[in-house]
C-alpha cells in the first residue's frame, strides 16, 4: 500500500531558530501533499495544501511566511517552521493521497517542541 | 464552510461494551472516511463510505454513510482495550481539491 514517511518524529529546537520537516511518498508520485497542524487531544487542523512546482495554498489565518512550504518533487514536500517561538510547538502530519484512490496516507508526524 | 460534526468527543467505556460515534454535517459529502489515530502517530485509514445508506464492516466495525450523504456512523460491538484511540471523520469539502476536513474526533477509552 501507500506508504508516507515524515521525518524528523520529533525535534526540539530553541526560539527564534528554524525546523525543516520533510514528508516524502514513498511509492507512489504525489503532486498534491498537505500539511496539517494537531493539538494535543484534538483533531486535524489542515495548514496549507502543497502543489508540485506551484506555491502552496494556506487555509485562513495560516501565516505563509511562518510555516514555509516547498514541494519541489512528486514524491517530496517540506514544512518549514521560520523563526519558531513555544506557541509554535505541536504535532504536525502531512498526507498524500494516492492516484485514483479516496484515502488518503498521512505521515506518522513530527512533534515540535520549541523551547 | 462545510463543517463536520463528531459526538461524542470523549468516551470511556468497559471492555465488551457497545458504542456509537457519530459524524454529522449540514452539507452533502461525496465520501466521508473514518481514521483512527494513536498518540504520536499519524491517522490510520480504517474505511471510505462513497454512497448513500451504504453499510461497511469491519470486524467489530460497523460503518454507515447516511441516506442524504450528510452523515456518518461508527459502531464497534464488544469494544476491546485494543480499539482505545483517537477516532476522525473526514470528507472532502465541496470543490474538487483534494483537501480533507476532519471532525473534532472522539477519543475512546475501552478500560479492562
Known amino acids: 500500500g501507500a506508504v508516507v514517511s515524515q521525518h524528523p518524529s520529533r525535534v526540539i529546537c530553541k526560539s527564534g531558530t528554524s525546523v525543516k520537516i520533510e514528508c516524502r511518498s514513498l511509492?507512489?508520485?504525489?503532486?498534491?501533499m498537505f500539511w496539517y497542524r494537531q493539538f494535543p487531544k484534538k483533531s486535524l487542523m489542515l495548514m496549507a495544501t502543497s502543489n508540485e512546482g506551484s506555491k502552496a495554498t494556506y487555509e485562513q489565518g495560516v501565516e505563509k511566511d511562518k510555516f514555509l512550504i516547498n514541494h519541489a518533487s512528486l514524491t517530496l514536500s517540506t514544512l518549514t517552521v521560520t523563526s519558531a517561538h513555544p506557541e509554535d510547538s505541536s504535532f504536525y502530519i502531512c498526507?498524500?493521497?494516492?492516484?485514483?484512490?479516496?484515502?488518503?496516507?498521512f505521515g506518522s508526524g513530527t512533534r515540535l517542541t520549541v523551547v | 464552510t462545510q463543517l463536520l460534526e463528531q459526538s461524542p468527543q470523549f468516551l470511556s467505556i468497559q471492555e465488551g461494551e457497545n458504542l456509537t460515534v457519530y459524524c454529522n454535517s449540514s452539507s452533502v459529502f461525496s465520501s466521508l472516511q473514518w481514521y483512527r489515530q494513536e498518540p504520536g502517530e499519524g491517522p490510520v485509514l480504517l474505511v471510505t463510505?462513497?454512497?448513500?445508506?451504504e453499510v461497511k464492516k469491519l470486524k467489530r466495525l460497523t460503518f454507515q454513510f447516511g441516506d442524504a450523504r450528510k452523515d456518518s456512523s461508527l459502531h464497534i460491538t464488544a469494544a476491546q482495550p485494543g480499539d482505545t484511540g483517537l477516532y476522525l471523520c473526514?470528507?472532502?469539502?465541496?470543490?474538487?481539491?483534494?483537501?480533507?476536513?476532519f471532525g473534532q474526533g472522539t477519543t475512546l477509552q475501552v478500560k479492562p
Open positions: 498526507s498524500a493521497q494516492g492516484a485514483g484512490s479516496y484515502g488518503y496516507t
Open positions: 463510505v462513497v454512497t448513500g445508506g
Open positions: 473526514a470528507g472532502p469539502p465541496g470543490g474538487n481539491t483534494g483537501k480533507l476536513i
Open positions: 511509492d507512489f508520485q504525489a503532486t498534491t
